[in-house]
């Protein structure tokens, strides 16, 4: 298996890191944090106009026609400059919704808008008692003439207090917890009956609570078919793991290497603390912790696509996994061989040690892929181990 980047995915990889050296140091963050958004609409402008924003829809669609590898290049560099847009929430997640989902005048209306700039969405899945459960909807979408009303409640939606619509998941038939009766509905940020409560998560990104009491919504809207929508978030969810594997690579490498100048800097005893050998051993325990989880992120990448549901999950759980240990493993370490200065909050250590922590619970932690990969027989599955 041929693991190189092609030419333009190298030139990609490129332009995206030089991006982000440019223009997203620890300073320029800080500063982006306090604008009235929450993050900086001029670098969300530049995003479209480097074609960032089109980059996983299709030609036809409006977009550059690219694949995960590509998405993996661009969020292991906004993992790197641990970026504060809407880019996961806007085009990874609800852009997937509507790749997978959309019919044709969904996708003329929306994408065109998205690539250039103009529009932010959000995905509202998660419920107060959902937890990691996606398809466990009590949200409710009642049929009225042609259209639906919705009534219910949606929590952490990422970049929800900012986004232009929301595509919501709502059960139309069934018990709480069934994986058949779920549609997905696109719904204006705006629209009476829609109330949403912002507040800044923990890593310094956006998040919203919703509520929704009768808010009616058109056929026109209704993403898909209304009682079938659960393998689309399925899907989705699988390829938003690969997006979160890569950019938890990026804040990884960033890791190793904020902490690995330090040790080469700060000077104790009449030396360097780098040249202790028991130090030296943990930056090396470091850079494994982020080859193994580079490694899986790539495996991750490659089976986002996968057709076989059962073994693009275990893929996907094991990266997830694996993601979820090195964040613990690595950043505990980074804060520690920083010493105090690793939990103060002017110093880029911590925040990205948030940030994998952050990483870790979306879209289910550690111990919840864990437990669905064995529940899949393992990696390799049952009858692997049998031969």
């Known amino acids: 298996m041929d693991l190189d980047l092609s030419e333009e995915q190298r030139l990609l990889k490129d332009g995206v890191d030089r991006l982000m050296r440019e223009h997203y140091s620890f300073e320029d963050r800080r500063k982006y944090r306090t604008e009235r958004l929450g993050f900086s609409e001029a670098m969300w402008a ?125 059960r139309t038939a069934g018990s709480t917890r069934e994986r058949d009766g779920i549609g997905l509905f696109l719904v204006d940020a705006n629209a009476p009956g829609l109330m949403r409560r912002g507040y800044p998560t923990q890593d310094g990104l956006r998040a919203a609570e919703i509520s929704l009491k009768n808010v ?89 696509g996968e057709s076989n549901v059962i073994e693009r999950e275990r893929a996907l759980s094991a990266a997830k996994a694996q993601i979820g240990q090195s964040s613990k493993a690595l950043g505990r370490q980074a804060i520690q061989l920083h010493g105090g200065i690793g939990m103060t909050m002017e110093y880029s250590i911590g925040h990205y040690f948030k940030h994998v922590t952050m990483i870790d619970m979306l879209l289910g932690d550690t111990d919840h892929h864990l437990q669905r990969l064995a529940s899949l027989g393992g990696l390799f599955g049952e009858q692997a181990i049998q031969r």
């Open 46 to 170: 530049r995003y479209a106009r480097l074609g960032l924003l089109g980059l996983p829809f299709p030609e036809a669609d409006g977009g550059l026609g690219a694949g995960a590898v590509e998405t993996m290049i661009v969020m292991e560099a906004f993992g790197k400059g641990l970026i504060l847009e809407p880019y996961f929430a806007t085009v990874v997640l609800a852009g997937g919704i509507l790749r997978h989902g959309a019919n044709e005048a969904q996708k003329a209306n929306l994408i065109p808008a998205i690539t250039e700039g103009r529009m932010k969405l959000a995905f509202a899945y998660t419920e107060p008692q959902s937890r990691y459960d996606l398809f466990d909807v009590e949200t409710r979408a009642k049929k009225d003439g042609n259209g639906w009303v919705l009534n219910g409640t949606k929590g952490l939606v990422l970049h929800g207090d900012v986004a232009d619509k929301i595509i919501v998941s709502a």
């Open 216 to 304: 009616r919504i058109a056929a026109a809207d209704v993403i898909g078919d209304p009682a079938c929508a659960f393998p689309i978030i399925s899907r989705v969810a699988d390829e938003a793991v690969a997006a979160l594997c890569a950019e938890a690579v990026g804040c990884f490498a960033e890791m190793h290497s904020v902490t690995v100048n330090y040790l080469k800097t700060r000077k104790q005893f009449g030396t360097t603390i780098g040249s202790f050998q028991v130090l030296q051993h943990r930056a090396v325990d470091m850079f494994v912790e982020l080859e193994q989880s580079r490694s899986m992120s790539m495996f991750a990448t490659m089976m986002a």
